[in-house]
């Protein structure tokens, strides 16, 4: 159910866009780059590119009227005149896409306040890379007071000694950055720890 009224979320804008569209070429254009920052969206839901979700809804719902409001102008140089069922279908355009963002705002910050407590462990992707010669034993999340993190048992193929697989990984040091932009404020960090009989990577988010 939530995904499919992610994919509704995403699409709406590209809906609005063509009930009010009124020429073939600009409309085109923008209902396409609409299309594409959908699908740019739908990625970052699904996971399938690693970003974090609430900043992506947030830019995406002030970019995208940003965008119609573009089209629109453009698409006023090329006509002088505007029927009146064209400028309801506007009033309506305006209404909803800030009922969208409103509703963007409040559940951004809503889901902020949550993962402020801890409570979503970062997906696979975030997870270092491996480099050849080096597989993937288990995998699981966990969760404490300082946050949830993501990890993973790995192995040598090449008969790598444990200090030679975290160089090799280059994981000597932890490395963090900041996972989101916006409302996201969290830190993403990444490494390797020895545990006596294989090493362990893991990705954790945390403050």
Known sequence: MLTVLGILFAV????VWTAIARTRL????IGATLLAGAGLLISVQQVWIHASRPDA???FTILAPVLIVCGAGLERRHESSRPP???VRRNGAIGFLGMQFALTLVVGLWYALLISEGSEAPPSKALPSLPPGISMISEGTSCGS???WRFAKVASRDDLSRPEIIRALGLQHERCRRNGWLLDQRDLCVGARDNGKNVTIYASLGY
Do not use: N, Q
């Open 85 to 87: 069922e064209w400028m």
């Open 26 to 29: 600009i409309g085109f254009a």
């Open 146 to 148: 300082g946050g949830c």
């Open 57 to 59: 809804h947030l830019v």
């Open 12 to 15: 709406a804008p590209t809906a």
